[in-house]
């Protein structure tokens, strides 16, 4: 079974633009969620989406945007970026979040922002 | 909220020998996960092992084992027989049992880095 991919890998964009990153969860996972890492602020929780609703959300501005689609691939999107943005952004698939299920993480997509 | 702290920022460890890392968290929940995550230099974060808190057997996954004191509110990880391929940054974990606020929200530690010397 494949893994959880991200793409694209590495992005480099300016202050003001916005970004689109995507998730492909592994293949009947239906919950997706997305983290944030910086060496400052370390792993934070951005949000969790499941059958394309978004049922939790972490302490992000409102820039920080989601989705899912019915495949239950995820898009993040950042808007107006800044250069604190900069960050690994990290997302996990599992079967059936409404009880434990074991997260299983993307290899990342590494933002930059100049 | 809850908050979880790793007060280790770096070990290191010499092949085949042991090492433990601490972990102590902050939380008003009875039920709840705690997990440890190892992220080596690649950044693929991998689910080394995990607790459920209404357990009171320590859980095991071949060299790793951990530690939980849930009145102490502690969640320490020991790593035996060391091996080169454990080096990695090690992320404690808690998630809460109950939804909604549980829904696919992992709270993480800062981290420890572990270095596995020859």
């Known amino acids: 079974k494949a893994g959880v991919t991200q793409t694209p890998r590495y992005l480099i964009k300016t202050r003001g633009q916005q970004v689109t990153l995507s998730c492909s969860p592994i293949s009947g996972h239906r919950s997706v969620s997305w983290y944030q890492q910086t060496p400052g602020q370390g792993l934070q929780f951005l949000f969790e989406?499941?059958?394309?609703?978004?049922?939790n959300k972490g302490n992000f501005p409102g820039r920080f945007s989601g989705r899912q689609f019915s495949n239950s691939r995820s898009e993040m999107n950042v808007s107006t970026l800044e250069l604190g943005d900069s960050a690994l952004y990290l997302c996990?698939?599992?079967?059936?979040?409404?009880?434990?299920?074991?997260?299983?993480f993307g290899p990342g997509t590494r933002l930059t922002v100049l | 909220a809850q908050t979880v702290t790793q007060s280790q920022p770096e070990m290191s460890v010499q092949e085949a020998e042991t090492v433990t890392l601490s972990c102590t968290y902050d939380t008003s929940e009875n039920n709840y996960y705690l997990f440890w995550y190892k992220q080596p230099p690649s950044r693929q974060m991998i689910l080394v092992i995990r607790?459920?808190?209404?357990?009171?057997q320590n859980a095991t996954e071949n060299r790793f084992s951990v530690n939980f004191q849930k009145a102490a509110k502690s969640f320490s990880l020991k790593i035996s027989d060391s091996q080169l391929g454990d080096t990695a940054m090690y992320f404690c974990?808690?998630?809460?049992?109950?939804?909604?606020?549980?829904?696919?929200?992992?709270?993480f530690g800062a981290g420890t880095q572990v270095v596995v010397t020859p």
């Open positions: 974990a808690f998630m809460k049992h109950n939804p909604p606020d549980s829904w696919g929200k992992l709270q």
């Open positions: 989406y499941f059958s394309e609703t978004q049922r």
């Open positions: 996990a698939s599992s079967f059936l979040a409404e009880t434990y299920n074991e997260q299983f």
């Open positions: 607790q459920e808190a209404y357990k009171q």
